[in-house]
């Protein structure tokens, strides 16, 4: 018989410091592979769009699979571990080959270099990613433990994607000016500058793995619960709240993501200036704070007087209010970034919230469920997040991309001459004016919808959660 112990700090530390380490590069890929092959290797934006839009599907598809794949493995390592390590190896190898394209391959060539890299990169990023998560309840006892250690991983791992955020403009800058050597022009240093970043990245995300792999002794005997898309969609049709639920998040974070895809566009070639990636950095840094403000203090302290509803339509209306302001600033003479602040405070604040409330809606769905259909749906529909967010990332990625295409926006630096260029001289005003309103008018659609969609079709409310939770535990009884 097993003794029960408390988990130790280091391995609570070791166990946060993997969830910072995986979030850096998942970050890294999600935000700028696009930028990265598209911008600076001058793959056609429409072509990166399908690649991506197909990879991130294929792998909201790939997320079940995965896990009956580690739920039947047997080693004496236990089920977990060894796949997190494979899968963490097999990921930094693909994160560093993406983004070390070699610069000779034809544009045919490029955009297969693209699809093979990239559909590999979430493969083998699923292959660590599942049973990281999926290894907590073998080395935790459960209750306040578990719910403690889950919640330390989601906030490192927001560590990890903030570092990403705020410092990887100004790395590859920095990297890329030291390996690229004098005279290089500015599509070389970014080229050199990622590569060379992607290296650093890896290096410690396999650290950060290695070390929770070494200090977390997990048990050989636990259980994992997974589901299959076929159960998704069987919970999807028969719980009318999850799919309400569902749909609002991949709308909000359709809106999330077209900005997140754009807005390094929007600083390189609109906001301009020859050092466009020391504002580009600042404006993330100054986001990045508040959405984290946004979750621990804000959501808190607006929760005392308003219900969970009406913070939810708050945070919509923030967000579209913050989207609006940003377009308009946009037609202004922008030649101060601490401007964007005013807009950037609105939509980051709303983003911390609202990441908060979706998950808060989707777990009430499950009560909701039980109560309507006698089955208690948890594990197929706390499932549902990641893969619904996905899908999202694909259908924003690919929006973004035609977007880039219709406009013409691509690096025009291609001498040494012109290092020190303005770029935004070099780019058409129509070109300035449609990304601006791409990466604002149609985020604000997408939470206009959602705002409709939500407030039409969801009908748990606080009162009506603890009904029904009461209905619930009578009926186990």
Known sequence: METKRSLTTKEKISYGLGAVGKDMVYMLSASYVLYYFQDILGVNAVAMGIILMVARVFDAFNDPIMGVIVAKTKTKFGKFRPWLLIGTLTNAVVLVLMFAAPPTLDAGGLVAYAAITYILWGVTYTMMDIPYWSMIPAFTEGGKEREGLTTLARSCAGVGSAIITIVTVMCVQALGKMFAGSGATAQTIERVGFKYFAIVVAFFFVIFIVLTCVNIKEKSTVNMETASVGQMFKALVSNDQTMTVVITIVLINSALYITSNLVIYFFKYDFGGT????????????????????????????????????????????????????????????????????????????????????????????????????????????????????????????????????????????????????????????SKIGLRMVMTLIPIACLCVAFFWFKKRYILTDEKVEEIAKKVQESRK
């Open 275 to 430: 050092g466009w990636w020391g504002s580009y950095t600042l404006f993330n840094t100054f986001g990045g704070g508040i959405q984290i403000l946004s979750m621990m203090l804000l959501y808190p302290f607006l929760r005392k007087f308003l219900n969970s509803m009406q913070i939810f339509f708050v945070s919509l209306a923030a967000a579209m209010a913050g989207y609006a302001v940003l377009l308009i600033l946009a037609f202004t003479n922008m030649s101060n970034v601490i401007l964007l602040f005013i807009p950037g405070f609105f939509i980051f604040a709303a983003n911390g919230m609202l990441s908060v409330l979706t998950t808060v809606f989707l777990a009430n769905t499950v009560d909701y469920g039980e109560w309507k259909n006698h089955r208690r749906d948890e594990s197929v529909i706390f499932s549902m997040q990641t893969f619904v967010v996905k899908l999202a990332s694909g259908l924003a990625a690919f929006i973004a991309s035609l977007a880039l295409s219709i406009f013409s926006l691509s690096n025009a630096i291609t001498t040494e001459a012109e290092q020190s260029m303005d770029l935004s001289l070099a780019v058409a005003e129509s």
